[in-house]
């Protein structure tokens, strides 16, 4: 479902993403590891179009991203309404949920099916109960953002990317804003899109997360994709020095117990 081949970003001298290559086949969990700064938002940034990258090629769902190919064989950069109705079928969700504050609940959701694709009010509206109904929330459709638990909040934001129908879902730390009490509610959210069927790009640099949710484990360092795999193999046996240091500072870092209520 996304295929990324030799990504490179820089932001001025600094090169942040050098020559990536992974896969995420239809319906897998992929969770991109790593510690603060390895480039994954960006990585992710990249996947939605809030980023140009400088060489390399990305595809979704089989259709080149961000480019399309002339007839002459060269590539052409995609304009801002071609990069628009893309980020369309690529949802993202953020650490900070970016609800609007001054609509209820169900506007929040309600509003990309009406506004951007086009539904009538009833459509939209079916819809979006639909939606909270999935992610637990159908009796605070009436509700304000500021009214609720920031666990709450976030499966609403998770909601309104869902309205939009998309074909890849791609989470950003989203349970690292949460107390450690709130986070189960929203990985139970993020299991339940799995058993769904929907294809996921997770960043995050809790390693618990990646245990719980991916199929797939992409780790991260300077850049780099240092280490590929499934969580069982690579998190109990590490196979770079790297990924083994990274895992031994986690674990000291979080004596005590898993900060994810599972
Ligand atoms: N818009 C930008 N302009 C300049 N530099 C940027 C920009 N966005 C990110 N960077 C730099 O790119 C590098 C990677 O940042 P990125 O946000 O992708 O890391 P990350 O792995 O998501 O880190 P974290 O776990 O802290 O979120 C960092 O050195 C950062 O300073
Ligand atoms: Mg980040």
């Given at each position: 479902m996304i295929s990324v081949r030799n990504l490179s970003k820089s932001f001025g001298a600094n090169a942040?993403?050098?020559?990536i290559s992974f896969d995420v086949a239809k319906g897998k969990t992929a969770v991109l590891l790593g510690?603060?700064?390895?480039g994954k938002s960006t990585m992710l940034r990249c996947l939605n179009l809030l980023e140009h990258w400088d060489s390399g090629h990305v595809e979704i769902a089989g259709a080149a991203l961000g480019r399309t190919k002339q007839s002459g064989g060269d590539w052409r950069r995609w304009n801002a309404r071609e990069e628009a109705e893309a980020r369309q079928r690529i949802g993202m969700v953020f650490?900070?949920?970016?609800?609007?504050?001054?609509?209820?609940v169900l506007q929040n959701v309600m509003c990309g099916p009406k506004?951007?694709?086009?539904?009538d009010e009833a459509a939209s509206k079916k819809i979006a109960l639909a939606l909270l109904d999935q992610v637990g929330l159908a009796e605070k459709q009436?509700?304000?953002?500021?009214?609720?638990s920031g666990g709450q909040q976030q499966r609403v934001a998770i909601a309104r990317a869902l309205a939009m129908e998309p074909t890849v879902l791609l989470l950003d730390?989203?349970?690292?804003?949460?107390?450690p009490e709130l986070v189960g509610e929203v990985l139970e959210v993020v299991r339940d899109l799995k058993r769904r069927g929907l294809t996921m790009v997770c960043v995050t640099h809790e390693i618990h997360f990646a245990e719980d949710v991916a199929d797939q484990v992409i780790f991260m360092e300077d850049g780099l994709v240092v280490e590929e795999g499934p969580p069982e193999s690579i998190l109990a046996n590490p196979g770079t020095e790297r990924l083994r240091k990274f895992l031994t500072r986690f674990h000291a870092q979080n004596r005590g117990g898993s900060r994810v209520a599972a």
């Open positions: 942040v993403l050098k020559d510690k603060s700064g390895s650490q900070q949920f970016n609800l609007f504050p001054h609509m209820t506004r951007i694709l086009g539904k009436g509700a304000y953002p500021a009214f609720l730390e989203i349970t690292s804003a949460l107390d």
